[in-house]
Structure formats: C-alpha cells, structure tokens
C-alpha cells in the first residue's frame, strides 16, 4: 500500500474514531452497565487512577490487536488511526482538560477553549443522565449547551460550591 494512501486511511480512522468514541461515551459508558466504571470519572478524584482509565485499556485494545495479528496494510493504518486518537484523547482529555499530568497549559486558541468549556459543561452532570458534550476532539458551542442544561433545570447537575 502506497504510504499517501496509509496517511489517508489513517486520518480517516482518526475522524471515524470521533463518532465512535462519542457513541461510545454516551450510550455505554453513561449506559446502566458502562457507568459502574465511568462514574468515577464524574466524581472528584481520590487518587492519581480512576476506574474510568479501565476504559483506555479497553479502547487501546483493537489497535494492539491490529498491529499484532496478521492483516492487510490497510488494517494496520486503521490501528495506527486509533492510536493516534487515542493519543490526542490523552493530550486534550488528561493532560489540558482535567491536568493530570503536572503541565501547567492554558488554552488560548477558540477551538482549545472550546473544547475545554465543553468538557466542563459535560461534568458538570454528575448523574448517569442528562449530560451534554460526549465527544472528545469536537464540541457544540458553549452557548448551545448551555442552553440544553439550562432546559433541564437543575435535574442531575453538581450543586454549586458552598451548598
């Protein structure tokens, strides 16, 4: 397989793993049987893991098995597609969004501080139900979510500090 085409299948891979890392947040790990491990994350910390990170084991796991096996180049640039997703999932996730690796960063772009608001706006539903903003590399803008949790009333969101 000409190396143009592997860089196009992997990008695809990288846009395709967009749509599936948000149906997979929102309908299994906000899902009855995805959340017993998830919830964690809506949850203040108590150490530097989570039972959250059991779901980067899992989701890392096809792109391993697609370099280990035997299978076509092409299935190969899809593995390395989820890799590098997995890899800007970490970057924008952990390290800009919630800081749990010691780098002090500070989204100045409008797409970081987009992300970044978005995010925030997700976890700020501690409940199973009713969240906004499930995916990871796009976000709706702030003002629309606001106004999906705004409908809501206060039904499943954090209470505010000092309450």
Do not use: C
């Not at 997979?24 to 959250?52: D, I, K, Q, Y």
């Not at 098995?65 to 999932?89: E, Q």
């Not at 800009?96 to 010691?102: D, E």
């Amino acid at each position: 397989m000409p190396i143009a085409l592997g860089v196009l299948v992997l990008l695809a891979a990288v846009v395709l793993m967009e749509a599936v890392a948000y149906a997979l947040h929102r309908w299994v790990m906000h899902g009855r049987l995805g959340w017993l491990l998830h919830r964690s994350h809506h949850a203040p910390r108590t150490g530097p893991f989570e039972g959250n990170d059991w779901y980067a084991v899992l989701f890392a796991a096809p792109s391993v098995l697609l370099f280990a096996l035997d299978v076509p180049a092409w299935a190969r640039w899809v593995g390395g597609g989820i890799a590098v997703y997995g890899l800007l999932y970490f970057v924008f996730h952990d390290v800009l969004v919630h800081q749990r690796v010691p780098l002090r960063f500070v989204a100045r772009s409008t797409y970081l501080k987009r992300i970044v608001q978005a995010h925030r706006l997700h976890h700020a539903v501690e409940a199973r139900e009713g969240g906004v903003s499930f995916g990871f590399l796009y976000a709706p803008r702030p003002e629309t979510l606001k106004a999906e949790l705004k409908t809501r009333g206060r039904a499943g969101l954090r209470a505010p500090a000092g309450e």
